[in-house]
Nanobody, 126 residues
């Protein structure tokens, strides 16, 4: 059973930075695709960044150049470094894992992931 626990959210002003962490237990191998998602009030959950089983990272256009997804060598903690934050980045952020090799746009589909954390809130003020 994979368990994911996010941390690192908070409130920052526009232009600031935050680093989210996602501690994983129940898996240690590289057969999982990992992703960060976010959901703002009244909106659908959307993919933000992902790492596939081959270690390649992908980002949605709205965060390219500002966010960086990474994982530690032991592959038990996933990170999302968020720089140059904007008010529109305000949302609950979730990490997710899927025991599958996800490529292309499938990386950003919530329905492809079956393991989720509880979320951590990020609020960016103007």
């Amino acid at each position: 059973q994979v368990q994911l626990v996010e941390s690192g959210g908070g409130s920052v002003q526009a232009g600031g930075s935050l680093r989210l962490s996602c501690a994983a237990s129940g898996y240690t191998d590289s057969t999982y695709s990992l992703g960060w998602f976010r959901q703002a009030p009244g909106k659908d959950r959307e993919g933000v960044a992902s790492i596939s089983t081959d270690g390649s990272a992908s980002y949605v256009d709205s965060v390219k150049g500002r966010f960086t997804i990474s994982k530690d060598n032991a592959k038990t903690t996933l990170y999302l470094q968020m720089n140059s934050l904007k008010p529109e980045d305000t949302a609950m952020y979730y990490c997710a894992a899927a025991k599958a090799r996800l490529l292309g746009w499938f990386r950003f589909l919530p329905s492809r992931y079956n393991n989720w954390g509880q979320g951590t809130q990020v609020t960016v003020s103007s």
